[in-house]
């Protein structure tokens, strides 16, 4: 990635960080507020990066769910949970 992505991708790290561990996430407007103002370039590079680490996290969390769901149903039926998928 060239360095507009590169520091568009840590910040919105950083802000995801902060999101989960405040529950405020009127600070992602605030941010874009600020890229937008002074770089379209930057506003975004953060907001694709933001789109697709949420997506990525969401689409993880589902992945997750199903394996779970599919060890206890291996469980019940008697099969053995380690011929679940890993993830």
């Not at 405040?22 to 990066?49: H, W």
Request: glycine share 10%.
């Amino acid at each position: 990635m060239g360095v507009t992505e590169d520091l568009a991708d840590e910040l919105a790290l950083k802000v995801i960080k902060y999101v989960d561990a405040s529950g405020d996430d009127g600070v992602i407007s605030e941010i874009v507020g600020i890229l937008g103002a002074t770089s379209q370039s930057a506003e975004e590079a953060f907001l694709t990066s933001m789109r697709v680490r949420r997506a990525n996290m969401a689409a993880r969390a589902h992945l997750l769910n199903r394996v779970r769901k599919f060890q206890e149903k291996q469980g019940t039926e008697g099969g053995a949970a380690k011929d679940a998928p890993e993830t």
